[in-house]
């Protein structure tokens, strides 16, 4: 049986000793939003992290360092690109990041079909490593499904969810400007960042050529002017460093290790247990739910049982696939709660595939101050009240605009004249990238290998999960549009790319164990509890029905302090 969940050899310290009201595996974006839900509302919680302990301040080595400061300048050498080829395609990887990544050997699985799966194992998962764009879903988003015929409905809208988002907003810090767009609700915002000039006069351009289409300034989580609520985190107001991914020292982007973990801890209900390698959830046929999780140390191997009432699996999307698929039992031996067989498909991601490039003329005594972390968005205009395109969703649009180094007066690339061109800032150029919505599929799926297993002994995850038809009609719109854009906002040599980047690049998997009304088309209910186990709840991209445009991580941590808050509601009536 794949897993073999029922048969590893357990080193229990005492079910007492080892049993807590709480469990919650993963400490990332999610996990932390768990856990800080959970132990503020009395619950005594203990986190499992596969990965090492990184505390915020003292374990960000790279955090003040200057470029020179490294042997390569920040770029990875050779070697270790030509070893990781997964990895290295991730753009945030640098001398400065590294060891906040998980290196390919490390962890193998297999890809049925091409897909780069980027990871960061460690206390804060890749909440350390995320580029902190935050904007809600609009109630196209959950209604697209429904509307449109594909996955299953929603079973919740966004009017339901909109209480939480607020709740989340205000405790991580969102930055952002009341715009007012139905297509991306605005939200409980920190002040907004400031478009550049050439960024603003683009802004000006497109709103004015279509009345379809808001540019606006980016929303992202950074404390541009933080409120007591995050001064009492420790937090401190961003610098606008944008070296953000090496671990804020300022605490000026959210993280679960500046954030939520902290705010958990001074409650005193949190154990965090790093190095703990969630095997399997343990499922009690008699009492008919979930009883607790096996451990297998990362180090020592030797495997614990830690007990609970309540569960919460926020091991990342993939992650929580896997552990779910390898949680077999004799009355679930597909996979906890996997009684219709859906467990590990309609896997869905973000399509980056496309993106522009530009030329600005003029705007040459103009600069910007500091470095911002974030710059222009667009909300999705295509399909959005109706049915109008050849495909199904669309795309939302990121783009930014910046000086480039050097004046161009240089002959050679090397020498004093190169050395002062350099030191002069260059002529403008735009960036334009695309952010497209992908169709859930029962074939793009996950599911275990039948015969590798890693050094846990726990099955590799088999990943099968491709683009399709309308990924490539989306793509193609956008290139076209975004040219168009360019073009009526007088952009000059604008360059098309189609990057035919492997899914998973985007980091933005959703999927596998989706939510839903109907249990025979669903793992999860409306609360993210699973439909058949429902002491296990399951809060991060694993639940999504669909992608949305949008960035999701948001919404992962609106859906967990929703269902924490409804677990806790549950255990005191008795019902878990
Ligand atoms: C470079 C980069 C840029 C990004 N930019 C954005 C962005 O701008 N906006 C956005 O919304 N999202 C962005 N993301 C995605 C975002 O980081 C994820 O959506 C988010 O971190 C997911 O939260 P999570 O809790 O599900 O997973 P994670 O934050 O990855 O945390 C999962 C944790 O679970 C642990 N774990 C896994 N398996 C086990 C196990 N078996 N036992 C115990 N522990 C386990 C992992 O070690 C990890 O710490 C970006 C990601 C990266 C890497």
């Not at 968005?377 to 109008?388: A, I």
């Not at 990121?398 to 480039?404: E, P």
């Not at 004046?407 to 952010?435: C, H, L, R, T």
């Not at 919505?437 to 995850?461: C, F, Q, V």
Request: charged share 25%.
């Amino acid at each position: 049986m794949p897993g073999d969940s029922t048969q590893i050899n357990i080193n229990s310290g005492g079910t007492a000793k080892n049993t807590f009201d709480a469990i919650v595996i993963g400490s990332g974006i999610s996990g932390g939003w768990a856990a800080k839900e959970l132990c503020e509302k009395g619950l005594k919680t203990l986190v499992l992290e596969r990965g090492k302990n990184v505390v915020h301040l003292k374990d960000y080595p790279t955090a003040t360092k200057d470029p020179w400061d490294f042997t390569h300048r920040l770029r990875m050498p050779l070697k270790v690109e030509k070893e990781n080829p997964i990895v290295s395609r991730c753009y945030a990887l640098s001398e400065a990041t590294e060891h906040f990544f998980v290196k390919d050997k490390q962890h193998p699985y297999v890809q049925e079909k091409p897909f780069d799966w980027i990871r960061g194992y460690q206390v804060g998962g890749k909440s350390l490593l995320w580029a902190r764009a935050t904007q809600r879903w609009s109630k196209y988003d959950f209604e697209g499904p429904g509307r449109d015929g594909f996955a299953v409905e929603w079973p919740i809208t966004y009017d339901e969810l909109a209480p939480w988002y607020s709740h989340v907003e205000k405790f991580a810090g969102i930055s952002g400007n009341m715009d007012g767009l139905d297509t991306m609700p605005d939200g409980e915002f920190l002040p907004p960042w400031e478009l550049n000039t050439v960024e603003k006069e683009l802004q000006q351009k497109i709103n004015s050529n279509y009345k379809d289409r808001n540019v606006i300034i980016g929303r992202c989580a950074h404390l541009t002017k933080p409120n007591q609520i995050h001064l009492d985190q420790g937090r401190q107001q961003c610098q606008g460093r944008t070296m953000c991914d090496r671990g804020c020292p300022f605490g000026g982007y959210f993280s679960s290790n500046a954030s939520t973990l902290p705010w958990a801890e001074k409650t005193g209900n949190l154990t965090l247990r790093p190095d703990s390698v969630v095997h399997s959830i343990i499922y009690d046929e008699k009492k008919q739910k979930a009883t607790g999780v096996r451990v297998i140390d990362a180090h020592t191997k030797v495997a614990t049982e830690y007990f609970a009432k309540v569960i919460f699996v926020n091991a990342a999307c993939l992650n929580s696939n896997l552990v779910l698929l390898n949680s077999t039992s004799s009355r679930f031996p597909n996979g906890l709660g996997n009684d219709n067989g859906l467990l590990g498909k309609y896997v869905a991601f973000h399509n980056y595939r496309g993106t522009l490039t530009a030329d600005v003329d003029g705007h040459l005594d103009q600069y910007y101050y500091g470095r911002k972390p974030t710059g222009a968005m667009m909300p999705n205009f295509r399909n959005v009240h109706k049915q109008e395109m050849d495909f199904l969703r669309g795309y939302m649009v990121h783009y930014s605009a910046g000086r480039r180094t050097g004046d161009g007066s240089n002959k050679e690339d090397i020498g004093g004249a190169y050395k002062d061109a350099m030191s002069e800032p260059g002529g403008w150029g735009v960036f334009m990238m695309m952010q497209g919505e992908t169709i859930p599929k029962e074939s793009n799926h996950l599911r275990l290998s039948k015969d590798e297993k890693d050094e846990w002994g726990i099955p590799l995850l088999v990943t099968s999960v491709a683009y399709d038809d309308n990924d490539e009609k989306l793509l193609k719109d956008f290139l076209e549009q975004g040219q168009e854009m360019l073009t009526k906002a007088g952009c000059k040599n604008i360059r098309t790319n189609d990057s035919k980047q492997a899914p998973g690049l985007d980091i933005h998997e959703m999927g596998g164990v989706r939510m839903g009304k109907d249990p025979a088309t669903s793992l999860l209910d409306k609360n993210n509890a699973m439909h058949h186990c429902k002491n296990v709840f399951v809060t991060d991209g694993a639940s999504m029905v669909s992608t949305s445009t949008q960035n999701p991580s948001l919404t992962f941590m609106a859906l967990t302090a929703r269902a924490a808050n409804y677990a806790v509601d549950e255990l005191k009536k008795g019902n878990l």
